[in-house]
């Protein structure tokens, strides 16, 4: 499996040789360091983590400090599993240009915007109330939750509440263009400008 680490920059459109414009995600690639590798022998799977991105030395944990030592200072760290016992070996950088090539599907996973709490119209998209027949401020209302024989609410009912801040996957997205330390991923991906990514590929 391939994987790499980068950040949302901004969507914009790309000009295929044809002249048809694509949209596109500017994702913000780098080398990535291979900070530790598990294997099923000695920690029951498959797995590398990696670090990306930098961070003052002060900010970091001592548990952190102690478990990178002299790999550097990385604001981001994270673990993905392989299926097959890892090749790679603690301190090794891996550049994303040397791994992915423009025509591959990718995953794309990242934390959606969040959106604080919302009603039911923009969280669920119901269609709310009428104004006519006698009512006057019920356009964006729920309803009725309970009703019939109903004594209680049943569960799951959809109701207003917190929204976004949540971890979405964008499957099979084309990668258009990868060169000079930036990708161009067909359509859109989560999050906002500057939310980290993880990209991989089977």
Do not use: C
Request: charged letters at 25%; a positive charge; glycine letters at 14%.
């Amino acid at each position: 499996m391939k994987f790499i680490l980068g950040t949302k920059q901004n969507m914009t459109q790309y000009f295929s040789e044809d002249g048809q414009a694509i949209p596109v995600t500017v994702v913000s690639l780098e080398p990535i360091t291979v900070t530790q590798v598990k294997t099923k022998d000695s920690d029951g799977y498959n797995a590398v983590q990696i670090g990306f991105g930098t961070k003052k030395a002060k900010n970091l944990s001592k548990a952190v400090k102690g478990h990178l030592k002299d790999l550097g200072d990385f604001r981001h760290l994270r673990e993905f599993r392989l299926e097959s016992e890892p090749t790679f070996k603690r301190g090794d950088s891996i550049n994303p240009e040397e791994i992915f090539n423009a025509g591959d599907k990718v995953w794309v996973s990242g934390t959606s915007k969040g959106k604080g709490f919302q009603g039911v119209v923009k969280r669920h998209g119901f269609a709310g109330g009428p104004r006519t027949h006698g009512q006057k401020h019920s356009e964006r209302e729920p309803g009725s939750i309970g009703g019939g024989l109903r004594t209680h609410v049943p569960k799951g009912m959809r109701m207003a509440g917190r929204m976004g801040s949540d971890r979405i996957t964008q499957k099979n997205l084309e990668i258009i263009l990868i060169e000079n330390g930036t990708m161009l991923v067909k359509g859109a991906v989560p999050g906002r400008r500057g939310t980290l990514l993880e990209i991989k590929a089977d």
